[in-house]
């Protein structure tokens, strides 16, 4: 069980200039002034001024009278180790990676330091601000967009809005998926909203038991492609949240392996594409 120290909110409000943040937030959660500020460099620490809240990563920075310190410690989260993600590409305007399995797209107000985004603001040289454009579920592998500025954050954005950004993915799945239109068009309303998705059959594994598949996505719905194909009786393996659990303790099979756009920097057609090493392997 974990000590209550261990998993805490606090809300702080600042009464002067002179405030020091470390020194704030130790009084009120009893916490060492070191994991305060490892807290603060993990993405846990929120300073709100005005309307602005953001996250604080500087323990010597000034304060002002009526600002509030947020602290969301929790030390399970913040002692997680992130997966290595590989950059693929750097377009200066955005950057391109492999998330691994087990990293995220995007923090929580708990942290940060085990996402995508935090990873490319600290490893690429010269050093950059990074914002999330789209997600990809922790367990799942692939592609991903960051981008350096909020213009070219929302200029992403928009292509995926407006569906002008192709993602394609390749799924191993539980079944033989080979007697399926080629391509199926999958259309449900997920969360009470349009979700698209074409799967094509590519391969069945030696025994019959499983189905390599290429899926193109229209829509970016939370788990659409997980939601949509079990929806058909073809869980995918490794999925622990709509399979049935035979494949515990594997992968999720599902790999981002291609994103095509155009560049909102250039304004050129660009393709990128998961290397094959990363692909997923049939049997």
């Given at each position: 069980?974990?000590?209550?120290?261990?998993?805490?909110?606090?809300?702080?409000?600042?009464?002067?200039?002179?405030?020091?943040?470390?020194?704030?937030?130790?009084?009120?959660?009893?916490l060492s002034r070191q994991r305060i500020k490892a807290a603060m460099s993990q993405g846990a620490v929120w300073l709100t001024r005005g309307s602005n809240t953001q996250r604080?990563?500087?323990?010597?920075?000034?304060?002002?009278?009526?600002?509030?310190?947020?602290?969301?410690?929790?030390?399970?989260?913040?002692?997680?180790?992130?997966?290595?993600?590989?950059?693929?590409?750097?377009?200066?305007?955005?950057?391109?990676?492999?998330?691994?399995?087990?990293?995220?797209?995007?923090?929580?107000?708990?942290?940060?330091?085990?996402?995508?985004?935090?990873?490319?603001?600290?490893?690429?040289?010269?050093?950059?601000?990074?914002?999330?454009?789209?997600?990809?579920?922790?367990?799942?592998?692939?592609?991903?967009?960051?981008?350096?500025?909020?213009?070219?954050?929302?200029?992403?954005?928009?292509?995926?809005?407006?569906?002008?950004?192709?993602?394609?993915?390749?799924?191993?799945?539980?079944?033989?998926?080979?007697?399926?239109?080629?391509?199926?068009?999958?259309?449900?309303?997920?969360?009470?909203?349009?979700?698209?998705?074409?799967?094509?059959?590519?391969?069945?594994?030696?025994?019959?038991?499983?189905?390599?598949?290429?899926?193109?996505?229209?829509?970016?719905?939370?788990?659409?492609?997980?939601?949509?194909?079990?929806?058909?009786?073809?869980?995918?393996?490794?999925?622990?949240?709509?399979?049935?659990?035979?494949?515990?303790?594997?992968?999720?099979?599902?790999?981002?392996?291609?994103?095509?756009?155009?560049?909102?920097?250039?304004?050129?057609?660009?393709?990128?594409?998961?290397?094959?090493?990363?692909?997923?392997?049939?049997?």
């Open positions: 069980m974990n000590a209550p120290e261990d998993h805490q909110e606090q809300h702080v409000s600042v009464a002067s200039m002179e405030d020091s943040p470390v020194e704030l937030l130790h009084r009120a959660s009893g604080l990563r500087r323990a010597k920075r000034p304060l002002l009278a009526g600002d509030e310190l947020h602290l969301y410690y929790d030390a399970k989260i913040l002692a997680e180790a992130p997966a290595e993600p590989m950059l693929i590409c750097d377009a200066n305007g955005y950057s391109v990676w492999r998330k691994p399995y087990g990293l995220r797209s995007q923090g929580s107000k708990w942290g940060d330091h085990c996402t995508v985004v935090r990873q490319a603001e600290q490893k690429l040289k010269p050093q950059r601000p990074a914002f999330s454009v789209h997600r990809l579920d922790r367990a799942a592998n692939g592609l991903i967009l960051v981008a350096h500025s909020r213009s070219i954050a929302a200029a992403l954005a928009s292509l995926f809005r407006e569906r002008s950004l192709e993602k394609r993915y390749q799924i191993i799945v539980s079944g033989d998926f080979s007697g399926q239109p080629d391509p199926i068009r999958i259309e449900q309303a997920l969360d009470n909203k349009e979700a698209i998705s074409e799967a094509s059959f590519r391969r069945l594994s030696a025994d019959g038991m499983q189905s390599l598949v290429d899926v193109r996505i229209e829509t970016g719905r939370k788990h659409q492609i997980r939601k949509l194909l079990a929806s058909l009786g073809y869980t995918i393996i490794g999925d622990r949240l709509y399979g049935s659990g035979e494949n515990d303790g594997v992968d999720l099979q599902l790999t981002a392996y291609l994103l095509a756009f155009r560049c909102p920097v250039s304004n050129e057609p660009v393709e990128y594409r998961l290397p094959a090493k990363w692909m997923p392997k049939l049997v």
